[in-house]
């Protein structure tokens, strides 16, 4: 029924999950752990496969070791059973050297954590914005070298870049601040390449923009939400609106859902047998059952 058909690649974008060690609530209320269960718990249902899920950055809020290990204990087995490559991407609020022997699995370095992976013909690149003891975010001299001599060689299917401050505007009080800073360094490696689609966290919220032609896609944190509408000169966090977005990749374009957390009420909807029975019509047939208006 598709027009463009099944998309070659499918991937879940999730981000700030800020974990506290001991399962202690951040903020003394925001119970992190449910929340991400939560979101995995729906995925499960859905039927999605993703062939990666995708964490930009603020995995742990303090960059514990009993924070990194809880999560993984979380998010391993639910990536096993959905058939899916978890990529880690460092934020303002991780320790370097503990993701990269909790979740990584390597030894304590303090360098920059920077992968490149292939799901088939799709590259996916995490890049490393953290500065120790800051909150903005920087790219390196090396680290845009490197970026440049990977992105030297084309993926068959093009490259996804993953980093946790997005190169975008933000219009909410004081976070300006705290963005990616010398953001035309990265335009300059990333222009004309075969990057595809940007994947950012750290603002809180979901939103969407551009970047050296390039587009970026923000995944709102797990954890809570930043009120890009709250009175003017308020900075406020929310304790709903949580949600990760699932990205799906066509050979002609990336399509970028947002999806809410949470177990919300049904209101509407068509069964199982109702969309077997349009799916077994012609097409013509399909838009007079489904398309047509009916009177009222």
Known sequence: ????GEPLHTIVHISDT?????EQPLYGTVDTDATLTQALRQLEASGIRPEALVFTGDIADLGEDDAYRRIRGIVGPAAERLGSRVLWVMG?????????????????????????????????????????????????AEQLEW???ELATPAPEGTIVALHHPPIPTTIPLMPILELQRQEELAEVIRGTDVRA????????????????????????????????APRGRLTGLGGGQSFSIVHVYDDRIVHSTVPIGDF?????????????????????????FSRQQQR
Do not use: W
């Open 198 to 229: 940007v994947l950012g966290g750290h603002l809180h919220y979901s939103t969407h923009s551009l970047f050296a032609g390039v587009p970026v896609s923000v995944a709102a944190a797990t954890c809570y939400t930043m009120d890009v509408a």
């Open 265 to 289: 009420p049904v209101v509407s909807g068509f069964d199982n047998a109702f969309v077997e029975r349009v799916y077994a019509l012609s097409d013509d047939e399909r838009l007079e059952a």
């Open 1 to 4: 029924m598709a027009q463009y």
């Open 147 to 149: 970026l440049r001599g």
């Open 18 to 22: 800020h974990f506290l060690a001991e």
């Open 92 to 140: 303002n609020h991780d320790d370097r050297a503990r993701l990269r022997v909790e979740l990584l699995d390597e030894a304590p370095l303090a360098d920059p954590v920077v992968t490149s992976i292939r799901l088939g013909g799709l590259r996916l690149i995490a890049l490393d914005t953290s500065v120790p003891g800051y909150h903005h975010g920087e790219l390196s």
